[in-house]
């Protein structure tokens, strides 16, 4: 009996990574498929999507550089995922963030380099954080779904990039006005994220970023507000006569991951773009959720994740050679969410059935694993 | 001379309400079955890239319509699979789902087509004798493409079939309470499959209606999230086909408004006008909610499972 719980708890511990590990694994399957369909050698594809993500020293920095952004983006959507606030927004929080931060860049170019950099990441993080609250507090208050809103206020920041970037935020260099170029000048040296290593894309956001994936992971399972945001994910219903406000936590979860997606848009223009571009956020949104949902919705999971989406995005753009385009990576990505999402019954019915036999053992062993939740569940009482 | 381009303008917005019509209305199906589908536009994006690539090689309109329903009816089975048999979370299936016939549409754009060439016959103008020379409402109404009235009847014939069919009894029994529906013996996970399913079929041909029928183009993400207003449209509908008519002629309004401020030349950025329809869905998401809460189907977005009840 408990030779059998203790193989049950260790596969149930292996879940988070062995799930994500298959859906890599079918959704490579079913896009050879595909592959072989259009007459292209999956083999090579595949092979390209290794070599060009890994195969040198500068396409590793590329992917680092990419999985900075995706990261950040990341643990956002696991907050709000958390909270069950299915912020699909986050492509458009990107943007309005990544424009607050060289709006801010460009006004106050004369602000010592380290304090610049900090106030124009700053203004990135609270323009996220303020563009992600308007579906919040739709969400809570007005009872309007919040997919479906994220996803309008994706298509009004991308137009809103457009109009900033073709009127006050214009590049005044001359020459590119009059060539009807929509991006903004460039940012002064002093703004830039300091590089890790000298001529590549390997720079001082991706300490940062994982640092903000420790802090997330912090907040989310050692604060009180963590706890909280869990908990109305969880079951709205019992927070909510646990004296939990559900509405104040809807806005806060969803005004924090619009202000991490704020904040890796900033870190995108400040460590890579040093102005802002037309499609500086592309794929970044919804590659951010896929990374998310691939992790487990765990901060921590979000960095090899982030790593491994990060390779795709970059190796995406090389496959060329290889005669596809880069949307495979796109295809790849919708059929690795649709694995995920679909693995959950599955999961839960081999959970299921696992329990039955040993009942009283996992009873046991899940009351002893309780007494801390039951600690925080005290305290979020008083 | 200014009357005219409006009447021409309105013209517009009616042949454009066509693709928002029938994935509006396959929608509402599925949503009345209690399975809330948010693949809509990637399912419209494989459709249009479907009926194109048909009618590219020589195929009629026709054909190309029922290849883009066969593609839209394949998905919409694959996404009823996820939710209903692996009851999986339906908001992130749908963006699975969506993504999917994003990448893939364009995947077979750039391999099979590579750049941006019209076909020369999609579906003509069809003017219909007598009704079409009605001043006015002739040229707006009648004188459209067989889409367009294919999508115009189909507004009656979801409202017969959801309001007076055993069929359309089932699918909002299934929708409002599984439990009860499943106790009288209505199969529920059928019904919710065959709902689903025709709302894959509608979505596809909307794609089809899109780019055989409003243009003679396929482009990368062309719907520009068409299929996500769709869904929007259902709420703001009060999930009745005669609400959805409503919710699209308002955005036919919108569109309408929004080409005619940029032929009046307003000096107006066209991006900022632009934003006009995704603020204007914000918009109608909040008033759906004050005008219809009690009309959504209860058990929407819930798999059901029979041994918990």
Known sequence: ???????????????????????????????????????????????????????????????????????????????????????????????????????????????????????????????????????????????????????????????????????????????????????????????????????????????????????????????????????????????????????????????????????????????????????????????????????????LGAIPAALLFGGMLVSGTKLGSVGVSSSMVTVLEGLIVLFVVSSSELVRRSRRHAAEPPLRAETESELSADTSLNAERKEVVT | MADSSIVLIAAQGVSASASYLYASLGEAFGQRSGVFNLGVDGIMLMGAFTAFYTVYNGQSPLVGVLAAALVGAAMGLLMAFISVTLKAEQGISGIGLYMFGLGLSTLLFDTLIKSVRPIDHGFDKLPIPVLSTIPVIGPILFNQNLMVYGALLLVPISWFVLNKTTLGLNIRAAGQNPQAADAMGVNVALVRYFAVTFGGTMAGIAGASLSIAQTNIFQQNMTNGIGFIAVALVYFGGWSPIGILGGTLLFSVVTTLQLWIQTLGVPISPSLISMLPSVVTIIALVLAVYFYRTQAPSALGQPYRRDEN
Request: hydrophobic share 55%.
């Open chain 1, 1 to 299: 009996m408990t030779l059998y719980s203790r193989f049950t708890r260790q596969r149930e511990a292996l879940m988070p990574i062995l799930v994500p590990v298959l859906a890599v694994a079918a959704a490579l399957a079913v896009g050879a498929v595909f592959l072989l369909a259009l007459g292209i050698d999956p083999g090579k594809v595949y092979e390209k999507l290794i070599s060009g993500a890994v195969g040198s020293t500068y396409s590793q920095t590329q992917t680092i550089g990419k999985a900075t952004t995706l990261l950040l983006v990341a643990i956002g959507v696991c907050i709000a995922f958390r909270a069950n606030v299915l912020n699909i927004g986050v492509e458009g929080q990107v943007i309005v963030g990544g424009l607050a931060t060289t709006a801010f860049a460009l006004n106050f170019k004369d602000l010592p380099s380290p304090i610049l950099i900090t106030l124009s990441l700053l203004a990135g993080f609270i323009a996220g954080g303020a563009w992600a609250a308007i579906p919040g507090v739709l969400k809570a208050w007005f009872r309007v779904n919040e997919i479906l809103s994220t996803i309008m206020m994706n298509q009004i920041s991308v137009y809103l990039l457009i109009v900033l970037l073709t009127g006050p935020l214009q590049d005044t260099t001359a020459g590119t006005a009059s060539a009807n170029i929509v991006q903004s000048s460039k940012i002064p040296e002093a703004a830039w994220l300091p590089l890790l290593i000298p001529r590549t894309v390997f720079h001082l956001g991706a300490i940062l970023a994982v640092i903000a994936a420790f802090v997330v992971y912090f907040f989310l399972w050692r604060t009180v507000a963590g706890y909280r945001i869990r908990a109305v994910g969880q079951n709205p219903y019992a927070s909510a006569y646990a004296g939990i406000s559900v509405k104040r936590m809807t806005v806060l979860a969803m005004v924090l991951s619009g202000a991490l997606a704020g904040l890796a848009g900033g870190v995108e223009v400040l460590g890579i773009t040093h102005r802002a571009i037309q499609d500086f956020s592309t794929g970044y949104g919804f590659s951010g959720i896929v990374v998310a949902l691939f992790g487990s919705l765990h901060p």
